[in-house]
């Protein structure tokens, strides 16, 4: 029997080839790291269960590749997403201006309330460091998202960076059952009421003041 | 009766085998990248490399199976405390049933159901917010669900797995014997049968027994059912896909030992449907002697006039051992497969599987559906209904109540009118106008038996759904079909469907002080008209507006859920006043001779949140730039007399 855990959380990696995914994940899963680049074919997963206020939550974590010709499968794989990891690398700046684009394909592709968090691997590289760490939570703070700098070599930040991404899925998740019941119902009515109107809006005044404030 | 044989053939039998249909079905959407590449190009994948995406979705499939089962045990686990809950929540505790009394038990409602519940019933807890919440432990249990299943993110339930009842197994074995006799009977007479036309044989014919022989058989595959489309697929209890598959793999010497992918369904990607699982969802027969021969006859049809085409494929196949042969498979597996817009946005529908269960003791239901493709007209006579379960302390008042899906709830829901007995004759036609041929191809006719309840809401009996493909251009009756049960953990709230996206670029020319706002593209509109289109159009205005001088509109763009407008607003207005007004963007359906439908909008302004605020901000922080950005639409209309 496998092992039991309360709930399933899919999380997914994008970012330029090269800037560390597999890495980063793999350090994740399995605590090591590899420097040798084997550059994924397609899509790949990884799983492990974590534990949050007592609730056992298994993450099956997509890796994707980064190369182009593999696009059209990787982008398959955005919309069960529940959470996505951005991944570039910070010393090569065109993996950093590449994040838009990401970004724009999670707009385009993902499910339109997916929690994003943007990492920045490799900071244990530092004398080719090409983005600085401001830079990249200016941009992380335009686009209202997480930003945490990690590198699967040292481990640094890894393990935490999922954490808060599985919390942030966690919190969404409990808010949304939440307002999902405001008004209640009863036995007999066949309906189950899932992402309520008025939930959402109580969602958007709680970001409001969060984002407003940043930008300023 | 020709069209219709051709329209099956094209769509049912380009799909060779049933591992190719599992990959399709799999990397489906955006697994296109054969379409505008050359052959050859740098873009194709190389056999190992596909080899390799094939593992890993093989390994996601046992994962998936697995959460399906689990979640199957939630589901199974909340519907029987349903089913043994004996109160009525008022005088007595909804669940146990102890009798409230002054001095004894008290009532405390439940947060959720209002239902009174007795200490021992219900759970205190926390709501998000930290704040204590008394719950009955249905509802307790109904919130947890929603959570563990990942209801709460896809909006619905995903597909699951009940549990296997053993009690089915032997009979079913039975059956299957006798099924496989069959099918050797028909190999003989059909040389060029290979392996994968007796595998579709074999489910269709297996899925057309009636459901007193095979219980067990009758799942029909269905577990393609995506989550992420949120289509709920509810397996009967006592299926059992590995039995099937076990003997799918025995049965025939092309076992690669991987032939039970297609028991598993994925939660990852859209589903087109398999050709089989069409097919097996002709109307059932009563009697099992007629079923069988009757798919048989149907079977033979239809593979005398559409085979040619199949046969250069299949003859490659002889041995299907070969490892070129699995090549082919693979690369076939691989090859360009789209599910339509339309396939992708649908949340409810494919419900085969809730068909073959046969009668659940709700009733049946006597009706017949008629399509004329010149008029656009869809005909449902419901004609009547019998042995109707008797629901509530008010007796019955049966009606009869139609909804074609994929569609929004408001534009295409009809009935009929109200009756007085447990079987009532209605021998009413309801008919939907604008009904086209592609309509036909993929949308599902969904029939509720409901009772109207004169004290509270009303509630539904039992449903049929029919799958409109199956019913050509002819007459069809369909007699006694028994109706089925909409589980209540189960039924989606099609209003909770998404609206759609909307692109949206904004710039902000400081030369001529103007904001002009691009309307770029919507994408995945909701379908607001019963034909599962739009007729979308895009308002906008800057607000506040006291004159609404601001107000304009693109053209029309008929019958597209993705609308490509490509029209620039322009407003001249200083920095500074910006800053305090808001964008509102609509979009509507525009219907002829009736009120327009709101699909959806977005504002963009400094009360805005998320994106919105964000985009607006940027494109004020930086005058002359152009920022393009994806909305996704909400159905918050704050100007609604306009
Ligand atoms: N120094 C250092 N090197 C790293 C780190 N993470 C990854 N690398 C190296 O970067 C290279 C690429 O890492 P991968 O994880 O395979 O890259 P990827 O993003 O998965 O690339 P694709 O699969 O092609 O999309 C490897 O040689 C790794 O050893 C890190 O944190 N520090
Ligand atoms: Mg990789
Ligand atoms: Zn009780
Ligand atoms: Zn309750």
Redesign the pocket.
């Known amino acids: 029997m496998a092992k039991s855990y309360d709930y399933l959380f899919k999380l997914l990696l994008i ?1 330029d ?8 994940l793999f350090r994740f899963s399995e605590d090591a790291f ?7 074919i397609g899509i790949d997963f990884k799983i492990r269960t974590i534990e949050l206020d007592g609730k056992k939550i298994k993450l099956q974590i997509w ?1 994707t ?3 182009e010709r593999f696009r059209t499968i990787t982008t398959a794989y955005y919309r069960g997403a529940m959470g996505i990891m951005l ?1 570039f690398d910070i010393t090569n700046e065109r993996s950093f201006e590449n994040i838009k684009t990401w970004i724009r394909n999670i707009e385009e592709h993902a499910a339109s309330d997916v929690e994003k968090m943007i990492l920045g ?2 900071c ?2 530092v004398d080719k460091r090409q983005v600085s760490k401001e830079q990249a939570q200016q941009l992380a703070a335009e686009y209202g998202v997480k930003f945490s700098e ?4 040292d481990g640094h930040n890894v393990e935490e960076a999922f954490m808060t991404l599985a919390k942030d899925i966690k919190a969404k998740m409990d808010r949304k059952q939440q307002e999902n019941n405001n008004g209640g119902g009863s036995h007999s009515s066949p309906n189950v009421h899932v992402g309520s109107q008025g939930g959402k809006d109580k969602k958007a005044n709680a970001n409001r003041s969060f984002s407003w404030c940043t930008l300023l | 009766m020709t069209d219709r044989n051709r329209k099956a053939s094209t769509n049912a039998w380009i799909c060779p085998n049933d591992r190719q249909l599992c990959l399709r079905a799999k990397l489906n959407i955006g697994w296109s990248y054969h379409s505008d590449s050359p052959r050859g190009s740098g873009n194709e994948l190389a056999q190992n490399e596909k080899k390799q995406i094939m593992q890993v979705l093989q390994k996601a499939e046992n994962l998936e199976k697995m959460e399906q089962e689990r979640i199957g045990r939630l589901v199974e686990k909340l519907d029987n405390m349903k089913n043994h809950a004996v109160g009525d929540g008022e005088r007595s505790c909804i669940l146990c049933g102890v009798t409230f009394s002054t001095f004894g038990t008290t009532p405390t409602p439940c947060n959720d159901c209002k239902k009174g519940v007795c200490s021992k019933c219900g759970v205190d807890t926390y709501n998000s917010r930290k704040q204590p919440l008394w719950l009955c432990k249905l509802c307790s249990e109904q919130r947890e669900l929603l959570k563990r299943s990942g209801a709460w993110f896809y909006k619905s339930m995903p597909s699951y797995i009940m549990p296997v009842k053993n009690a089915d197994n032997l009979g079913s074995k039975n059956i299957r014997s006798v099924v496989i006799a069959i099918l050797d009977l028909l190999l003989c007479k059909r040389k060029y049968l290979n392996y994968d036309v007796k595998i579709l044989l074999f489910c269709y014919i297996l899925i057309n027994i009636p459901q007193t022989a095979s219980a067990t058989s009758s799942t029909s595959k269905d577990n393609y059912g995506t989550s992420l489309t949120k289509r709920p697929t509810m397996q009967a209890d006592g299926s059992s896909e590995d039995e099937t598959d076990t003997s799918l793999s025995t049965d025939s010497d092309t076992d690669d030992g991987s032939s039970n992918d297609d028991s598993i369904g994925i939660n990852d990607s859209v589903k087109p449907r398999p050709a089989w699982a069409s097919l097996a969802h002709k109307e059932h027969s009563s009697n099992s002697e007629i079923s069988l021969k009757k798919s048989m006859d149907d079977e033979r049809n239809e593979e005398s006039s559409d085979y040619s085409s199949e046969v250069s494929f299949s003859a490659s196949k002889v041995n299907p051992k070969e490892k070129a042969e699995n090549e082919n498979e693979i690369n076939l597996a691989f090859q360009e497969f789209k599910p339509s817009q339309a396939d992708f946005r649908s949340p409810i529908t494919e419900n085969e599987s809730i068909d073959s269960t046969g009668n659940e003791g709700l009733g049946s239901l006597d009706f017949s559906v008629l399509f004329e493709p010149i008029d656009f007209k869809l005909h449902v006579t419901i004609i009547k209904a019998k042995n109707l379960k008797g629901m509530g302390k008010h007796g019955v008042d049966p009606y009869v109540k139609l909804q074609l899906l994929p569609g929004s709830s408001k534009s295409n829901k009809m009935r009929t009118k109200q009756s007085k007995t447990c079987n009532p004759e209605f021998n009413e036609t309801l008919t939907y106008l604008g009904v086209t041929k592609d309509d036909i191809a993929r949308k599902t006719l969904r029939v509720y038996v409901m009772n109207h309840d004169r004290f509270s809401s009303d509630t539904v009996i039992g449903i049929y759904n029919l799958k409109l493909k199956d019913i050509g251009d002819v007459m069809k009756r369909f007699n006694d079909v028994p109706l089925h049960k909409i589980s209540q953990v189960l039924e989606i709230h099609v209003n909770s469907i998404e609206r759609g996206r909307i692109e949206i670029s904004l710039k902000y020319v400081t030369a001529t002080r103007t904001l002009e706002v691009g309307i770029i593209q919507c994408i995945g509109l909701k379908a607001m008209d019963a034909s599962g289109y739009s007729d979308p159009y895009v308002k906008c205005y800057l607000r506040p507006d006291k004159y609404k001088i601001t107000k304009q509109k693109t053209s029309v763009k008929r019958r597209t859920l993705n609308p490509k407008f490509n029209a620039v607003f322009k407003y001249k207005y200083a920095h500074s006043e910006l800053a305090g007004k808001t964008l509102d963007i609509q979009v509507w359906d525009r219907d002829i001779g009736r009120k327009n439908d709101f699909i959806g909008g977005v504002y963009l302004g400094k009360d805005s949140s998320g994106d919105q605020l964000r985009h607006w901000f940027q494109t004020l922080k930086t005058p002359n730039a152009k920022f393009t950005h994806f909305h996704t639409l909400t159905d918050e209309l704050r100007h609604p007399a306009e």
């Not at chain 1, 590899?34 to 994924?40: E, G």
């Not at chain 1, 990690?150 to 070599?153: D, I, L, N, P, V």
Request: with cysteine.
């Open positions: 970012g080839s090269g800037v560390g995914k597999t890495c980063v590899n420097s040798t680049f084997i550059s994924t890796d590749a980064g190369q991944v691997n490799k244990d590289v990690t590198s699967a070599k």
